[in-house]
């Protein structure tokens, strides 16, 4: 069962643009949605996080979207930078009290 | 900065034999997990552990699965028999206190069973 759903494996961006990377979930329980990125021979390492009274949470170049009626939410990168090359995990939560779950991840590519 | 540290980086092992992987925790965390990962798959929850007993676990964490902390800075996860489809990358990790938000994730063990 995929709670936590990325559904593109992989995107393509030029450096200064935009990047949306998309993560969909379905249960309803979950109330803490974070972002982890992930470099290769590395662990995940938190990037950003949104509780779900809030629909939107920006930290510098990195913006969380949340629509919790559609049950999505979207990391947004702008600028994008050729060092933000990684693997992008949406993960969601219950209160923080329940396990992380985690989606496939999405790896996305900054090309200079 | 402190990190998690995970030994060793890569493992090779034969069906059916026992494997210990090592954690080793950030000093003041009180929080244990294991995570893995299966190639192309999601990072899946196996247990967590606090206060020297497993306070969660999943399916996946059979009575192939056993985690202990020896001592005072080592944290381990035992496969009693591996199968291949225990292949994976399995990532520990901490936090001091019991809230998931920003768990400090060590650098992962590949485990190979062939």
């Known amino acids: 069962d995929q709670q936590v759903k990325q559904n593109s494996p992989s995107l393509s961006v030029q450096e200064g643009r935009i990047s949306i990377l998309n993560c969909d979930y379905t249960?309803?329980?979950?109330?803490?949605f974070l972002w982890y990125k992930k470099y290769p021979a590395e662990g995940p390492t938190f990037l950003i996080s949104?509780?779900?009274?809030?629909d939107k949470n920006e930290d510098g170049r990195f913006t969380v979207f949340l629509n919790k009626s559609a049950k999505h939410l979207s990391l947004h990168i702008v600028p994008s930078q050729p060092g933000d090359s990684a693997v992008y995990f949406c993960?969601?939560?219950?209160?923080?009290?329940?396990?992380?779950?985690f989606g496939k991840g999405t790896r996305l590519s900054v090309i200079a | 900065e402190p990190e998690v540290t995970q030994t060793p980086s890569h493992q090779v092992t034969q069906m059916g034999q026992e494997v210990i992987l090592r954690c080793v925790p950030i000093s003041n965390h009180l929080y244990f997990y294991w995570y893995r990962q299966i190639l192309g798959q999601k990072v899946e929850f196996l247990v967590s552990?606090?206060?020297?007993?497993?306070?969660?676990k999943s399916e996946i964490f059979d009575d192939q699965f056993s985690v202990e902390r020896p001592d005072g800075s080592n944290f381990t996860l035992k496969i009693r028999s591996t199968k291949l489809e225990d292949s994976a990358m399995y990532f520990c990790a901490s936090i001091f206190g019991g809230l998931n938000e920003k768990l400090f994730f060590g650098s992962g063990t590949q485990l190979s069973v062939l």
């Open positions: 949104i509780s779900s009274i809030k």
């Open positions: 552990f606090y206060n020297n007993e497993i306070s969660e």
């Open positions: 249960n309803s329980m979950f109330d803490y």
């Open positions: 993960a969601a939560t219950n209160s923080g009290n329940t396990p992380l779950v």
